[in-house]
T-cell receptor, first 110, second 117 residues
Framework: RKEVEQDPGPFNVPEGATVAFNCTYSNSASQSFFWYRQDCRKEPKLLMSVYSSGNEDGRFTAQLNRASQYISLLIRDSKLSDSATYLCVVNRYNFNKFYFGSGTKLNVKP | EAGVTQFPSHSVIEKGQTVTLRCDPISGHDNLYWYRRVMGKEIKFLLHFVKESKQDESGMPNNRFLAERTGGTYSTLKVQPAELEDSGVYFC???????????????FGPGTRLTVL
């Protein structure tokens, strides 16, 4: 079983739409959770960390459900510039290796 | 502040040849990680240095891969001899020293795209 599972998509949405991505992780001892964004042929870049209480950064909201081992990312009012692959990342111990999902591709259309 | 840099950006070699990839982490980052993405798969961990010491090398595929970080600054990853299945994008990442006050974000370099023919 994979450490982190994501729907690969693609999600094709119009500008202004709200879109949600989900991710599940297999190890209940995991401690840190992140969403990274990766543009085509570029490196992954941190979008936001995910906290148990949920957190919001502008149009982006991340949620963590430890009981269900489930992480979500909600993007409101999608922009063309949001088109990218979104990587769900899990870390068992701080400063230890990251486990990546395969990524969910988002295409925002005009 | 300079980010993580990697060299070369691309490398095309023939099966059986040797390739050495280099990573320069962000200055002051004790933690350095190597990851690899092969076609159609997720990014996977290879190994983790804390300063010059190998903290975790559980992801190294086999003994054809050798990583070093002499002096605790830049790191090299050598593949010798290269096989077809070694093709992929090799990412390096670094993070701050491991203490409770530090933030756990890993900063990634642009990657080296390795093609083995």
């Amino acid at each position: 079983r994979k450490e982190v599972e994501q729907d690969p998509g693609p999600f094709n949405v119009p500008e202004g739409a709200t879109v949600a991505f989900n991710c599940t992780y297999s190890n209940s001892a995991s401690q840190s959770f992140f969403w990274y964004r990766q543009d085509c042929r570029k490196e992954p870049k941190l979008l936001m960390s995910v906290y148990s209480s949920g957190n919001e950064d502008g149009r982006f909201t991340a949620q963590l459900n430890r009981a269900s081992q489930y992480i979500s990312l909600l993007i409101r009012d999608s922009k063309l510039s949001d088109s990218a692959t979104y990587l769900c990342v899990v870390n068992r111990y701080n400063f230890n290796k990251f486990y990546f999902g395969s990524g969910t591709k988002l295409n925002v259309k005009p | 502040e300079a980010g993580v840099t990697q060299f070369p950006s691309h490398s095309v070699i023939e099966k059986g040849q040797t390739v050495t990839l280099r990573c320069d982490p962000i200055s002051g980052h004790d933690n350095l990680y190597w990851y690899r993405r092969v076609m159609g798969k997720e990014i996977k961990f290879l190994l983790h240095f804390v300063k010059e010491s190998k903290q975790d090398e559980s992801g190294m595929p086999n003994n054809r891969f050798l990583a070093e970080r002499t002096g605790g600054t830049y790191s090299t990853l050598k593949v010798q001899p290269a096989e077809l299945e070694d093709s992929g994008v090799y990412f390096c990442a670094s993070s701050q020293p491991s203490d409770p006050s530090s933030y756990n974000e890993q900063f990634f370099g642009p990657g080296t795209r390795l093609t083995v023919l």
